[in-house]
């Protein structure tokens, strides 16, 4: 497994823009499959964007457009930007790795509001 910490949440007025970080305790060159999903109050996780080997990525519907997913393999670390942000998108972001086997971050609030 590998260690994942998320940071860069917080809150943001509607239209703003936020950019999430996720760490890893180890090299990521060789996770083929890494991402971010997200948790709303009362609602299931969902995906938010994976991106895989290189740079093929996949990104949910409602946030296309709006959210880009990228990794830099040199610094282990995995970003979401944020843009155009809506209340909808408050929830708790998480950040997904799957190698042998799934790991998840413990999660960082991101709250629209005005």
């Known amino acids: 497994q590998v260690q994942l910490v998320e940071s860069g949440g917080g809150l943001v007025q509607p239209g703003g823009s936020l950019r999430l970080s996720c760490a890893a305790s180890?090299?990521?060159?060789?996770?083929?499959?890494m991402g971010w999903y997200r948790q709303a109050p009362g609602k299931q996780r969902e995906m938010v964007a994976l991106i895989r080997s290189g740079t093929y990525t996949s990104v949910a519907g409602p946030v296309l457009g709006r959210f880009t997913i990228s990794r830099d393999n040199a610094k282990n670390t995995v970003y979401l930007q944020m843009n155009s942000l809506k209340p909808e998108d408050t929830a708790v972001y998480f950040c997904?790795?799957?190698?042998?086997?799934?790991?998840w971050g413990q999660g960082t609030q991101v709250t629209v509001s005005s």
């Open positions: 997904y790795a799957l190698a042998d086997s799934a790991s």
């Open positions: 180890r090299s990521i060159s060789s996770i083929a499959t």
